[in-house]
């Protein structure tokens, strides 16, 4: 039976598959907490990179979100509870400088999502690091995928090694492929085509 509540919370043109797909470009990396950082570089607020140690960035302040999760092929995720280090508490602990709108988030092997920062400054923006109370698989992006829930799933960067702090907006993997810049499944924002002079860099 489907659930009622499941479908009210459904974006335009999205259907609940059976089972939980598992979606990636390319390989799984492999995790070494020796050797594993995470950087926050580009036009920060000092000037510098912040660089965090695998220790370091288990430190930061650790929240949970509950949320669906929609990928632009049209299957969605529900009810997936993610915990980790919202995107507010690294904002706080790496700020960008003043003015700065967009940023690019960085996963293994050069896979990148770009985002309007009131995107990433979002309630709901999450780095995870757990799903429903367990470590995130390899997989899913183990240690540290980002949820974006309110944007297309491509923008979920699995893997995250870096936050890019960007004085102008640019385009990252699948936005330069054919996806729409900004990709908000309510508004079915799914490829470059539909974009509206503004949503997309000049
Ligand atoms: N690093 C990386 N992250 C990624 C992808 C990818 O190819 N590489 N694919 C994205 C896409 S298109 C989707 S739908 C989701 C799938 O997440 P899941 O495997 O947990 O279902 O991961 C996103 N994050
Ligand atoms: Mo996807």
Not at 36 to 59: D, H, I, K, L, Y
Not at 63 to 88: I, Q, R, Y
């Amino acid at each position: 039976m489907p659930d009622p509540t499941e479908e009210a919370r459904l974006p335009p043109g999205q259907y609940v598959p059976r089972g939980r797909p598992v979606v990636h470009y390319g390989r799984i990396p492999k995790f070494r907490p020796e050797t594993w950082s995470f950087s926050v570089f580009g036009a920060t607020a000092s000037g510098a990179e912040t660089r965090f140690t695998w220790p370091e960035f288990s430190a930061l302040p650790h929240d949970t979100v509950l949320a669906d999760f929609h990928c632009v092929t049209k299957f969605s995720l529900m009810g997936n509870e993610w915990g980790g280090v919202p995107a507010a508490a690294l904002l706080a602990a790496a700020p960008p400088a003043r003015g700065v709108r967009h940023v690019m988030i960085w996963g293994e092997y050069g896979y990148s999502a770009n985002l309007r920062i009131e995107d990433f400054d979002r309630e709901t923006t999450l780095f995870a690091t757990e799903l429903d109370d367990k470590p995130l698989s390899a997989d899913r992006g183990h240690p540290v995928r980002i949820i974006v829930p309110h944007l297309y799933a491509w923008k979920s960067v699995k893997w995250v090694r870096a936050v890019e702090y960007m004085p102008e907006d640019r385009r990252g993997f699948w936005e330069d492929r054919g996806y729409h810049n900004i990709g908000d499944p309510w508004l079915e924002q799914r490829y470059s085509y539909q974009e509206e002079p503004g949503e997309g860099p000049a």
